[in-house]
Nanobody
């Protein structure tokens, strides 16, 4: 069974930084695009950033210039470095990946990690 496990969330003051990690485990053949999403209270889940297996990145406007997505293919892990955090970044952050395993490729979600930014 393939799963994603996030870590690194927590409480931080505005202007601070956090680094989120997401590790994939299980019977993995390959991982295509990996990404980070977030969902704030009362809002829909939104895309923050994605990264392909070759390292091509894409950012939402809200993350551009402050957040950096990266991945370690050897560790099946994706990271999100978040700098200059704002109270509006408060949300549950979810990792997402398209993983090829036994039975084919499918989209997998992590359980989420909470980030709270105080003003």
């Amino acid at each position: 069974q393939v799963q994603l496990v996030e870590s690194g969330g927590g409480f931080v003051q505005a202007g601070g930084s956090l680094r989120l990690s997401c590790a994939a485990s299980g019977n993995i053949f390959s991982i295509n695009t990996m990404g980070w999403y977030r969902q704030a209270p009362g809002k829909q889940r939104e895309l923050i950033a994605t990264i392909t297996s070759r390292g091509v990145t894409n950012y939402a406007d809200s993350a551009e210039g402050r957040f950096t997505i990266s991945r370690d293919n050897a560790k099946n892990t994706v990271y999100l470095q978040m700098n200059s955090l704002k109270p509006e970044d408060t949300a549950v952050y979810y990792c997402n990946a398209v993983i090829r395993s036994v039975g084919g490729s499918r989209e997998v979600w992590g359980q989420g990690t909470s980030v709270t930014v105080s003003s």
